[in-house]
């Protein structure tokens, strides 16, 4: 069975939207349900390959679905930036399913059904949002994952997690329908075309300062990237069960929002023009505050998971700033970061979940010594620690060596500063957590006995994600290239 | 028969609306009415598509030629309207037989289907005729037949509900008369094509000043405009949920046609937008009638009435839209009314079949019915979710039209207004979403099963009929764009 | 001017006769009677604008040759059922009213709805 690549393009956003069937006709026998969904993914995963195949040999793919208004397009092409995107989603999707296996099913959690439907429409969306052609068909996905993973975010259906939902589609839905459709459709009128295209869609002589007033209805619009002071929709999405956390929020939903930025930063602007627009500069200096600003409060933060939610909306300050650098370098830094981080957050937040099933501990002062009963995942935290502060042997070296060119090139020089300051901050609030579990007495319990390791799936998970830390310092080409084509086309 | 489409589509279900007296059976009355909605709708797609090919349609009534006799016009703005009003009364009538079981004493039944027909006959005349005293007579019939049905309401405020609707109601008809006498007095003729010839000789008269500030008042009385809207919150919250559902559909929606009829082809559009500061007027009184009614529907326990206001708010928009006053203002105005009909009636709908299962729609009794009725708990989302603007619905597509035409314009302050107003709906809306599926079901409540079929067949036909037009907008679009364009080249 | 348009005079007094009783009135009943007035009105005003000087009633006759309008006179007359269908309507719904409320005064009514809340 040899499919054309444009109906693997095709399928590769309906198939999830399609699983979702399957899992309510299987959801009362568990073992098959899971199936549906890991067998989804592996083909999802299987026709992404084959996509990123199709574009290093420089095929051109596109598919046109629907005109949806006179003008307005829904249409899908692949590339390097959207492939890369459609890479760690898929593979983190398969990934993720296996954890949420374990979790799941050792937390006892109800409506499972609900949870691994919503998962597959969630990441249909993120697909949709990866191998968008234009921004219309983007925002159509952009609040189809919005409202998609809303269920999972109040999982738990307890009235924390209504408050928790409440905040986190008030804040979405309302920046993007404010400021993210006003920037769209005010793009629409100003350049005629909304597709994505390699230089930008503005004329050179557009008025600058409308196009700058666009850039900023644009970054405070998408609030998937979690710009200060539109943030606080991620820490309070910590209320969902950690399968969600990781996989929506640490990769599919914040690498939604900091895509959607380097695609309009890209794409629609054009590097050349960001560089001279008038509000470039202050949204430089408002994402490196958010870098600031987040890793601090993540250091006072004791709950575990709360600590990595600021840590990634600091994180994806760094992406947002590499956009806004508007040099290759920091575009490169950016793509790279999206890869990097995705994995080493991943981690992160599955060993955070793992603590809570094998452990029952969500805070880290209770965390000491931990290592002695869960010394893998310790380990596995130690190393995604690494990644996340940007030393070998993990990926985020690289990432972080590329930002940190960009904004050598750009003469950003306090932001260069930011973003060395930052990663003294990322050791003071991560390396503790490992250090203390492995060194410190175990002073607060002495019920050593019970804690065992996490279970099994959630294990392997943890370990597969550490390891594609480390892959991506050893081999990092396939990563390199991506991110160098997206500005070379 | 071809030929008299025009009228036949009036004149169908106001000859049947008498008939049903006589099927003693209410059953029976039910299907006759259904039948008789079902064939106005035909006649009504007929005739779009008669006036989407050829032209505007005049037909004369009696032979007798225009100005001496009445006339029928029909162009691409009624006759979108017409399809509206009727496809709507149909989708809608398939409920009432189980809907007014509950609501509507056994032997009103077959009163309450003539007084539906009534209704739905006067609504299709006041959009089809071509002459303005026939306009008052459809308008008062319409009137009368609506606050004879609200009454028939459970509740005791449905007849206070509908006392008040008569007195502001009539008020309102009677200023358009008023109007109507006095552009008589000056120009001599009532047909509205003939209006608009001679009236532009005597334009810059007081009297033809007054004749307008008249007719204004009185259709925005009868659109529930900010400030004007207060007869309209109780009247739908109280009626029975049948007539809420069509009511909330088409009766705005009418004074909306009226008000663009005798702006744009009786004024003509230079009178009425630049001798007159309406756009201004009409920019604020819209913002207003956005705000104030979509902060009052947040505050809302009986979710009639939260989605009545909801309904106020929304027609602030499509008043705001023709404020602009160009023909991508219209266009969007246009959609809206095409759109929101499709939004409303499938909420109140809903309602109308959580009515019918509990009783009530106070949102304490909204507690776990997502759980209890699923179906029906997913329709009023898909629907609150098209009033919120999600794109892949209807309400998506007229959000982005207005958007489209107020930048067009450079009214950027009243487009963030907009975008704004947006935000108040997410929260009414999301205030039954908590309620329905967060909430456990309270305690001492008995099993409340799904909604019958005949009420889930309807409600789910709009439903998916707001995402197929918010997929396919070829039809909502095309038409909506024609008539305003036509609306434009023709007026002076 | 006052003497020659005192039929419109007429027509604008008692329009904001019947104005005013609707608004200021909180009887059922006199509202209905102060809508009446004012859509009296109003056949005030169309008749009288039908009135042509010198004309007579607009019935064919021999010898006569300046009639009153008579489109008015049929408007009116449409007019006027639509008045007293709206009349009849109002005091059905007084009827019911009372029966239901056990006042037609608008406070009481609105304090009973209010308690109800």
Redesign the interface.
């Known amino acids: 069975m040899s499919l054309s690549l444009e109906t693997m393009l095709q399928l590769s956003i309906i198939l999830p939207l399609l699983a979702t069937i399957g899992i309510v006709a299987t959801g009362h026998k568990p073992d098959l349900r899971e199936g549906v969904t890991i067998g989804t993914s592996l083909v999802l995963l299987y026709f992404v390959i084959s996509l990123y195949q199709g574009l290093q040999l420089g095929e051109s793919i596109s598919v046109h679905w629907?005109e949806?208004?006179?003008g307005l397009q829904i249409s899908f092409s692949v590339e390097p930036l959207g492939m890369l995107f459609a890479l760690i989603a898929s593979f983190l999707w398969l990934i993720t399913t296996v954890y949420a296996i374990g979790y799941m099913r050792s937390h006892q959690e109800q409506n499972q059904t609900r949870f691994y439907t919503c998962f597959a429409i969630a990441i249909g969306s993120v697909m949709g949002i990866a191998f968008a052609s234009n921004l219309f068909t983007l925002?159509?996905f952009y609040?189809?994952l919005t409202?998609s993973t809303y269920p999972l975010v109040?999982h738990a259906?307890t009235?924390k997690?209504?408050r928790g939902g409440?905040i986190y589609?008030?804040i979405l839905?309302?920046t993007s329908?404010?400021f993210f459709?006003?920037a769209i459709?005010?793009t629409?009128?100003v350049a005629g075309t909304l597709d994505f295209k390699p230089g930008g869609v503005f004329d050179s002589d557009v008025n600058k300062l409308v196009a700058g007033t666009i850039l900023v209805l644009f970054i405070f619009g998408i609030g998937k990237a979690a710009i200060m002071p539109f943030h606080r929709w991620l820490p309070a999405a910590m209320v969902a069960p950690t399968p969600v956390s990781a996989l929506l929020h640490a990769v599919a939903v914040v690498k939604a929002g900091v895509f959607t930025v380097l695609k309009v930063c890209v794409f629609i602007f054009g590097i050349d023009l960001l560089a001279l627009l008038p509000t470039t500069q202050f949204l430089l200096y408002l994402a490196g505050a958010s870098i600031l600003l987040a890793s601090l409060v993540a250091m006072r933060q004791d709950n575990l998971k709360a600590r990595l939610a600021y840590s990634t909306v600091s994180q994806l300050g760094y992406i947002t700033m590499g956009a806004l650098l508007a040099t290759s370098a920091g575009v490169m830094g950016s793509s790279m970061h999206i890869a990097t981080h995705a994995f080493g957050k991943i981690t992160l937040f599955f060993c955070a979940g793992a603590i809570l099933v094998a452990a029952h501990k969500s805070k880290i002062s209770e965390m000491r010594g931990l290592g002695k009963q869960m010394p893998i995942t310790m380990a596995a935290f130690f190393i995604a620690s690494l990644s996340i502060i940007g030393v070998p042997p993990t990926g985020g070296t690289w990432s972080k060596w590329y930002l940190l060119m960009g904004t050598m090139e750009a003469e950003q020089h306090i932001l260069m500063g930011i973003l060395m300051i930052s990663s003294l901050l990322n050791i003071a609030y991560l390396l503790p957590i490992p250090f203390h579990a492995f060194f410190s007495a175990d002073k607060l319990s002495s019920s050593g006995g019970g804690i065992k390791e996490a279970p099994l799936p959630s294990l392997i998970a943890l370990c597969v994600t550490t390891v594609g830390c480390v892959i991506l310092f050893v081999y990092p080409q396939p990563l390199y290239e991506l991110a160098k084509a997206i500005l070379a086309t | 028969m071809l030929a008299h489409l025009p009228i036949l589509q009036v004149i169908v279900p106001l000859m049947a609306a008498p008939l049903c007296l006589f099927l003693t059976r209410p059953r029976l009355a039910w299907l006759f009415a259904l039948i008789v909605s079902g064939l106005a709708f035909v006649i009504s797609s007929l005739l779009l598509q008669q006036v989407m090919t050829s032209g505007t349609i005049i037909y004369e009534l009696g032979g007798w030629d225009a100005p001496w006799g009445i006339e029928y016009r029909i162009d691409q703005l009624n006759a979108f309207l017409l399809l509206i009003i009727s496809a709507i009364s149909t989708v809608v009538l398939f409920a009432a037989d189980t809907s007014i079981r509950q609501e509507i004493p056994a032997e009103k039944h077959t009163l309450f289907y003539v007084l539906y027909l009534l209704s739905l006959a006067a609504m299709l005349g006041i959009v089809a005729t071509g002459d303005a005293f026939n306009v008052f007579v459809f308008l008062e019939i319409s009137s009368l037949s609506a606050y004879a049905l609200i009454a028939l309401g459970k509740d005791r405020r449905a007849l206070w509900a509908s006392y008040q609707y008569l007195v502001m109601g009539t008020i309102g008809a009677t200023f358009i008369l008023i109007g109507i006498g006095l552009m008589y007095q000056m120009t001599g003729t009532l047909n509205m094509e003939d209006l608009s010839i001679r009236l532009p000789e005597v334009e810059q008269t007081r009297t033809v000043f007054t004749a307008f500030a008249f007719v204004i008042v009185g259709i925005c009385l009868k659109l529930a405009m900010f400030p004007l809207h207060l007869w309209l919150p109780n009247a739908y919250a109280y009626a029975p949920s049948i007539v809420t559902a069509f009511f909330a559909a088409t009766a705005t929606k009418v004074a909306i046609y009226l008000l663009i009829r005798f702006t744009f082809s009786v004024y003509g559009f230079s009178f009425s937008f630049t001798h007159i500061p309406l756009q201004m007027l009409f920019v604020v009184l819209g913002l207003a009638g956005i705000f104030a009614a979509s902060v009052a529907a947040i505050y809302q326990t009986n979710i009639k009435l939260l989605f009545a206001y909801s309904s106020i708010a929304q027609i602030g928009y499509m008043i705001v839209g023709f404020s602009v006053g160009t023909v991508a203002g219209l266009t969007a105005t246009l959609l809206h009314v095409f759109n929101h009909a499709l939004m409303k009636a499938a909420l109140f709908l809903a309602l109308g079949a959580v009515m019918y299962r509990i009783g009530g729609v106070r949102l304490t009794q909204f507690h776990g019915l997502g759980r209890q009725m699923p179906l029906t708990m997913a329709a009023i989302v898909m629907g609150g979710l098209s009033l919120i603007g999600v794109p892949l619905t209807v309400g998506f597509v007229s959000k982005w039209y207005l958007i489209v035409a107020l930048i067009e314009k450079g009214w950027w302050p009243v487009a963030l207004l907009i975008l704004f107003g947006s935000l108040l709906a997410i929260v009414y809306v999301w205030r039954i979403v908590e309620a329905a599926y967060f909430k456990p079901v309270l305690a001492g409540t008995e099993i409340i099963k799904e909604a019958p079929l005949s009420f889930l067949i309807p409600i789910w036909t709009l439903v998916l009929a707001n995402i197929y037009f918010g997929i396919d907008t070829r039809l909502s679009v095309q038409v909506a764009k024609a008539a305003s364009q036509s609306l434009f080249g023709v007026s002076p | 001017m006052l003497i020659g348009l005192y039929n419109y005079w007429v027509v604008v007094v008692l329009m904001m006769v019947g104005f005013y009783i609707v608004i200021a009135h909180g009887n059922l009943i006199k509202k209905i009677v102060g809508l009446s007035i004012f859509q009296t009105s109003v056949f005030i005003f169309y008749i009288s604008m039908a009135k042509v000087d010198d004309g007579t009633a607009p019935i064919l006759a021999e010898g006569i040759s300046q009639y009153s309008n008579p489109l008015p006179h049929v408007l009116i007359l449409t007019a006027i059922v639509v008045g007293i269908a709206t009349t009849a309507l109002g005091l059905a719904l007084t009827v019911r009213i009372k029966e239901a409320y056990g006042s037609i005064e608008e406070e009481e009514i609105q304090t009973k709805d209010n308690l109800d809340c």
């Open positions: 629907w949806l208004l006179p925002f159509i609040e189809v409202l109040t259906g009235e997690a209504k409440r589609l008030g839905l309302s329908i404010v459709l006003l459709i005010s629409w009128f």
